[in-house]
């Protein structure tokens, strides 16, 4: 399935024969400590800096109507946000995943955008649509 959006993103899990979990980091742009003046000029100008892990949630499918769901829940929850990171957990024999198996593949996925290892991450911007890097 070709994902243009957030949505095809949970209509691909919801069609997946084991029971799926989606797990989510939300991200935001900041400067780093060691920034250079040419740097802060262009941070300031909505341009570069680092991402930086602001809080992360899992959802089952069925538990989201859909993107705009997901903001919503999002803005109650926390500081604004730039990007939204997504991986998707699968069960086993027909048992879904719980909050629980999630919270070691959350880490894992917080502390790989700290150092910048996002390849396995698909990141949606705020519209839901997918971002590309590089």
């Known amino acids: ?30 400067l780093p400590a060691d920034a250079s003046a040419e ?7 909505g341009e570069g800096g680092e991402l ?3 809080m992360c949630v899992d959802k089952s499918p069925d538990e989201l109507a859909g993107f705009d ?6 803005a109650q929850a926390g500081p604004p946000w730039a990007i ?6 699968a069960g086993r ?3 879904a995943p719980t909050s629980v198996d999630a919270e070691a593949p959350l880490q894992r996925m917080v502390e790989a955008i700290k150092e910048g290892r996002i390849d396995d991450l698909l990141p949606f911007d705020r519209q839901g649509d997918p971002v590309r890097f590089g």
């Open 84 to 89: 939204v990171f997504t991986a998707a957990l």
């Open 1 to 30: 399935m070709n994902i243009t959006h957030f949505n095809d993103l949970l209509q691909a899990a919801r069609a997946q024969p084991e029971p799926q979990r989606l797990l989510f980091v939300f991200a935001g742009a900041e």
């Open 52 to 54: 930086a892990p602001l």
């Open 93 to 95: 024999a027909g048992v």
């Open 69 to 74: 769901a997901l903001v919503a829940e999002a």
């Open 39 to 45: 740097q802060r000029r262009q941070f300031e100008a």
